[in-house]
């Protein structure tokens, strides 16, 4: 018995052999600051010993003047 996707032929696309219409997006080196903080994400490396809601107010104060005004988190997993 094998794992469900073996035999399956894949192509792989690399981002050099693509382009993109600029109406749809840009590439993430080409985006805006403004457009960064609109959708863009922080990976945030927790110390121990706070809560994952008090990391996500202390970043809320930090980037609010930048400009953003939604943060959360995912993915907690408090010590």
Excluded: H, V
Excluded at 7 to 35: C, M
Excluded at 40 to 45: P, S
Excluded at 62 to 79: F, Q, R, V
């Amino acid at each position: 018995m094998g794992l469900p996707l073996d035999g399956r032929k894949f192509e792989l696309y690399t981002i050099r052999d693509e382009s993109t219409d600029a109406s749809y997006g840009a590439y993430p080196a080409d985006r805006s600051i403004e457009q960064r903080m609109d959708f863009g994400f922080i990976l945030l490396d927790k110390p121990s010993g706070i809560r994952s809601k008090t990391a996500a107010a202390t970043a809320k104060k930090i980037l609010a003047p930048l400009g953003a005004n939604k943060i959360g988190y995912s993915g907690t997993l408090e010590d």
